[in-house]
């Protein structure tokens, strides 16, 4: 078949921009079609009042190999945090440096809050190793609990309890480390070989850019998809398209009868935005609230990494609950109440902005991998998935999926002789 197939790609979140532009690559013009009204799927910045607000606080790993190969750092302006995080507690708050990284150089008296000096050894032989393995070895590795590899490898309960659930449960999106110990391992590596970092004006700018690389494929926004049979698309609003073929860059089960139910709900977060007059934290660094009594698992003040997230004087607070909360009433105040405890700063200083219940953040993954081989993603006759829920949720692996399902598609047009 010529360039000339017409290929539809259901999604313009990370995975379908990052189809079409491997499919542009290879001299196609395919059409997405996107529900919303703008790209970027779960990396999403609302503008609101004066305020940039991810859809979910979320950072990019600058060591994703993924986003090396096609985003353009310098161009995303990208704004680093300090390794490392601050352990608030009531009335007792510390920073832990850099524990990914330089274990070793970690001041005995402010680490032996956190951990043992048997877990500063510990770290470090883990970053060490780590750092020797490639990602495709990490994920060959057995699977296993993180809770229990951490506790197999030999850290003591207390660094488990003060630093890797509350920073690795705001990651995964879950309180018990039940994900699999290779999405651990994957990312602490990308955190030891990198940096966290967003985008001067938001998360999204990310899709933007994606967006800003294609030049042959349409957009069609408010478009969404009500059901595939065959290469056949049913769109919501009524029409009917026949396509050669088809790229499912979302999770597929409500679109193809045939996948219905195979796939489990996705990881949940919620995530309140508050303005206040100074940042208390007052670095660009992550905070971890360890005491299992708090609601509030992690905040940042996003306006200590990037001040373009507010465009007045205020600073903008971004907290983050993974835990199961029974409802989102009230609940800004009842974590302003919280806030006040760790911080003594009044609750009513806390100005609310936004909530946002994401209920499909992360994806809940089986078999948790970083790749696949392109006709593992057919699903049909002409048609191919993409997204995260193929690997793990994140970023790199969602750009892994999308280029994985145009090879596919490339492929299968390709002339036989
Ligand atoms: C709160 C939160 C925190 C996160 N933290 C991180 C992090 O720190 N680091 C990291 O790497 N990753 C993180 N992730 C995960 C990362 O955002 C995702 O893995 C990635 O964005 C998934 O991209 P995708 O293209 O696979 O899917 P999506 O972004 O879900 O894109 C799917 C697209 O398809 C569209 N669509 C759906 N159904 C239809 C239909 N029927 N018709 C037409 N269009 C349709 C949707 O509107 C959407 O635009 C986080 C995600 C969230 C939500």
Redo the contacts with the bound molecule.
């Keep these: 078949m010529k360039s000339d197939a017409v290929i539809y790609i259901?999604?313009?979140?990370?995975?379908?921009?990052i189809a079409a532009y491997e499919l542009e690559m290879a001299g196609y013009s395919p059409i997405i079609?996107?529900?919303?009204d703008e790209?970027?799927?779960?990396?999403r910045t609302d503008k609101f009042k004066d305020y940039l607000l991810d859809?979910?606080?979320?950072?990019?790993?600058t060591a994703?190999p993924e986003a090396q190969r096609y985003l353009d750092y310098e161009a995303l302006k990208l704004k680093k945090f300090s390794p490392g995080a601050i352990i608030l507690k009531p009335g007792n708050s510390f920073i832990i440096h850099d524990p990914l990284r330089n274990p070793l150089k970690l001041i005995n008296m402010v680490f032996s809050g956190v951990g043992t000096f048997l877990d500063k050894i510990k770290i470090f032989s883990l970053t060490k190793s780590l750092e020797k393995k490639s990602i495709e070895e990490i994920f060959q590795e057995p699977s296993q609990t993180t809770l229990q590899f951490l506790k197999d490898y030999g850290f003591s309960d207390k660094i488990i309890d003060n630093f890797f659930k509350p920073f690795f449960s705001g990651?995964f999106?879950e309180n018990e480390l039940n994900t699999s110990s290779r999405m651990f391992k994957f990312v602490f590596k990308m955190f030891a070989m990198g940096h966290?970092a967003i985008p001067e004006n938001g998360m999204q700018q990310i899709a933007e850019q994606l967006k800003n690389k294609l030049t042959k494929s349409q957009i069609i926004f408010n478009?969404?998809?009500?059901k595939i049979e065959g290469t056949t698309l049913y769109l919501?609003s009524g029409g009917e398209i026949q396509a050669d073929r088809i790229i499912v860059?979302?999770?597929p089960d409500?679109?193809i009868p045939q996948l219905s139910g195979q796939f489990k709900a996705g990881r949940k977060?919620i995530?309140i935005y508050y303005s206040i007059f100074h940042s208390f934290v007052a670095q660009p660094m992550i905070a971890l609230v360890t005491d299992p009594q708090f609601l509030i698992n992690n905040l940042v003040f996003m306006t200590d990494i990037s001040k373009a997230y507010s465009q007045n004087t205020k600073a903008l607070l971004s907290v983050?609950i993974v835990k199961p909360v029974e409802s989102i009433e009230k609940l800004e105040k009842m974590v302003a109440i919280e806030l006040e405890a760790l911080t003594k700063i009044k609750a009513e200083y806390f100005e609310h902005i936004k909530t946002y219940l994401?209920e499909?953040?992360?994806?809940q993954v089986e078999d948790f991998a970083c790749t696949l081989s392109p006709t593992n993603t057919k699903v049909l006759d002409g048609v191919y998935l993409?997204?995260?829920?193929l690997l793990n949720?994140?970023?790199?692996?969602?750009m892994t999926?999308?280029r994985k399902a145009a090879e596919a598609v490339i492929l299968s047009l390709q002339p036989t002789y």
Excluded at 10 to 17: D, E
Excluded at 55 to 61: E, H, P, W
Excluded at 223 to 226: F, I
């Design positions: 259901i999604g313009a979140g990370i995975s379908g921009l079609l996107e529900s919303s790209v970027g799927g779960r990396v859809r979910g606080f979320q950072v990019l790993l994703y990651i999106l966290a478009s969404p998809v009500k919501s860059a979302t999770k409500k679109l977060v995530n983050s994401i499909e953040a992360l994806p993409a997204g995260d829920f949720g994140s970023i790199n692996a969602a999926a999308g």
